[in-house]
């Protein structure tokens, strides 16, 4: 678990001390803070993935902490567990989920279900965390597709062409060869060959050399 950090804030210097040692022992990587504005500071410091806030601290609220926190996009992806002991009543529960909090923890907790509810939490950050960085790679993705329509669009507008060398002028007004164009615009690849149309007329030509090369031939025999 050395790859999640929690920030535990407690004004129980016993409390505090027992949690550390928990979560140390359990892997992870622990700050620790005793009231609301040492918090923020250890927030702003070391970007916690989680921060276990107790509700009752000496300067100000738990939920106080958690709003500031929630309110600072810097701080966008933290988890933010509220703890107590004393306000458990469902409805003081609903107050601190209402101040943006990810989940409400009651005391008295025994080590095993203390664990186990940051176990809980931890999952529930991976997995928003994974589908935030799917999100983040479909929005690359959908930008790369834009990209490309818009470069494969180029080739759709009006081209100027030469009527003669049939080069095409490009956006900065240099002309290039027709084949040269498409391979810088498109991931077409030019291949060559004949049409029906000019085989005919290569045909056409090559039976007038030949009747051409008899009759001098025949001419030159007479």
Known sequence: MEDIKVLVTDDDSNLLLLQTMLLEEAGYQVFQAASGQECLDAVAAHRPDIVLLDVMLPDMTGLDVCRKIKADDTFHGIFVILVSGVLVSPEFQADGLDTGADGYMTKPLNNAEFLARVRSVVRMKRAEDALREQEREQNVLISKLHKALAEIKTLTGFLPICVSCKKIRDDHRYWDHLEAYISKHSDAVLTHGVCPQCEEVYRA???????????GETASKA
Not at 205 to 215: D, G, K, P, S, V
């Open 205 to 215: 030509e090559i039976a007038r050399l030949r009747q051409a090369r008899e009759n």
